[in-house]
């Protein structure tokens, strides 16, 4: 990182130093959180977490050759440099805020209820072809992921491609307060979250929160296909750009060829031209993410060539839509995360295989009083996608459960010449799931796997594609 002095770090957050005055003007080469990161000429900052306090870890950090921790507690006569402040997670958006402020660098926000990181992927593989890029990395998009993602940027670095994920009010204006982006990217406005923030109307609002602090004479990238996003109108007097796939918007898809699980391939209409490009990763939502990185492309001066090269290069990443070939099945990896937008859009995608289809499907979380009619029409589109086998996990996933069998019964009530195929099971763990796969599963099968992170739907990955 560009490096920042002890003195200079204590100004920035409001903290006071205790070292030696000779020490003040010390440089230090890293940000860290976590102890077992710290390396010679480190800033540790000493974050309370649930189950550890990282004061606890100082003396060993400072042992390993950490230049200086910043610390809530008085440390006392020691004999190394430390900053004392209020608040350690205050301290560490302060300093990153500071840092971010002394970078020459443009700044790609991203925002969304569905898709932030699969577009944050493609919007770095397209900037990537002409410049040097940082990008948010795993799920570092919070008020402490995003400070350290923002430590990491080197001086060598042109853009940065930062996903900001929030769940309540206020969240995305600290966030946006640090990242000050340049290109603000919203990719649509769902459910996620609702159980805090109310309403549709209450997510857009928080989401929307980022244009308060970014570039005045910056660039807001909207998704034109969203009702709530097509009517917004930035308070910062910018008119935003729109992307979709109806001709209005100003990037648009046209000539969309479903490639099955290869991808898809389409005609990209700007407003002043058009080029043909390969996505690699199969969905029309990519069709929507890689729309948007041509928005963001040409924010940022890139040509068709470049863009198209890197919308083609652009692979999935584990969790993500994923595409594994395993000795026995195909698996569809995209248990990162789910909502119920991001479940229909899967099932899409599932729907392209050319063998017996599966979804293994669990729990979706914080969908407030409506959840269990959400999870109940993920079973109906599931059986209107004629997916083959519906395997549903967890207490909520019952009602995807339910939700596919009405639909199919009655389909077969309107249609007694009808047979339907579909075989739906429901387990109310992962352990009884595994005691029967082998008797649901054919060798063969193409397997969706998703749900909400923390069902913890990893293992299912693993252990059927045997790689850990």
């Known amino acids: 990182m560009k490096h920042m002095s002890l003195q200079e770090i204590a100004a920035a957050c409001g903290g006071t130093l205790h070292c030696d005055p000779s020490l003040a003007g010390r440089e230090v080469s890293s940000v860290v959180i976590d102890s077992r990161k710290a390396e010679k000429g480190s800033l540790f900052i000493a974050i309370k977490g649930a189950r550890v306090d990282g004061h606890t870890f100082i003396p060993q950090v ?119 982006p340049d290109v603000c990217v919203f990719t649509n406005i769902g459910v996620a979250h609702i159980e805090s923030l109310g309403s549709r109307d209450g997510i857009l609002k928080a989401k929307t929160e980022m244009i308060d602090y970014m570039n005045p004479e910056g660039t807001v990238i909207v998704n034109g296909d969203d009702d709530k996003l097509r009517g917004f109108t930035p308070q910062n007097g910018l008119t935003p750009v729109y992307f979709g796939l109806d001709e209005s918007c100003s990037y648009h898809a046209e000539q969309i060829t479903s490639r099955g699980l290869k991808g898809t391939d389409a005609r990209f209409v700007t407003p002043s031209s058009t080029f043909d490009a390969h996505i690699s990763i199969p969905g ?37 839509n994923n595409l594994i070939e395993g000795a026995h099945y195909t698996v569809i990896d995209d248990c990162y995360n789910a909502n119920p937008a991001s479940m229909k859009s899967s099932l899409d995608v599932l729907a392209y295989a050319d063998t017996r289809t599966v979804a293994v499907l669990g729990d979706m979380f914080e969908l407030g009083a409506d959840e269990k009619k959400m999870h109940y029409d993920v079973g109906v589109h599931a059986a209107e996608k004629e997916i083959n086998v519906l395997i549903c996990i967890g207490n909520l996933s019952a009602e995807i459960a339910r939700g596919a069998q009405e639909t199919v019964h009655s389909a077969g009530n309107e249609n007694e010449a009808q047979t339907c195929s579909m075989e739906i099971h429901h387990y109310k763990t992962k352990a009884e799931f595994f005691e029967n796969a082998d008797s649901v599963l054919r060798e063969g099968d193409t397997i969706l796997v998703k749900a909400s992170h923390g069902m913890e739907f990893p293992e299912i990955v693993e252990r059927l594609t045997g790689k850990e």
């Not at 993602?149 to 769940?167: C, D, P, Q």
């Not at 929507?288 to 928005?295: D, R």
């Not at 963001?296 to 068709?304: H, I, R």
């Open 62 to 180: 400072m042992e390993k050759g950490a230049l200086c921790s910043v610390s809530e507690q008085d440390l006392g006569d020691v004999d190394y440099p430390y900053i004392r402040v209020a608040s350690c997670e205050q301290a560490l958006k302060d300093i990153a805020e500071h840092y971010r402020r002394s970078l020459d660098i443009k700044v790609v926000g991203i925002s969304g209820s569905v898709g932030k990181t699969s577009t944050k992927e493609m919007i770095a593989s397209v900037l990537s072809q002409k410049y040097s890029v940082l990008k948010t990395e795993g799920n570092f998009n919070n008020e402490i992921g995003l400070p350290l993602t923002v430590f990491n940027i080197r001086e060598e670095h042109e853009v940065a491609v930062l996903e900001m994920g929030i769940s309540n009010f206020g969240e995305m204006t600290r966030l946006a307060k640090i990242a000050r």
């Open 284 to 320: 029309e939502h990519m069709v929507y993410n890689a729309l948007a990185a041509t928005a963001a492309g040409y924010a940022l001066g890139m040509t068709d060539s470049e863009i198209a090269q890197g919308i083609k290069a652009n692979v999935p990443i584990a969790g993500r």
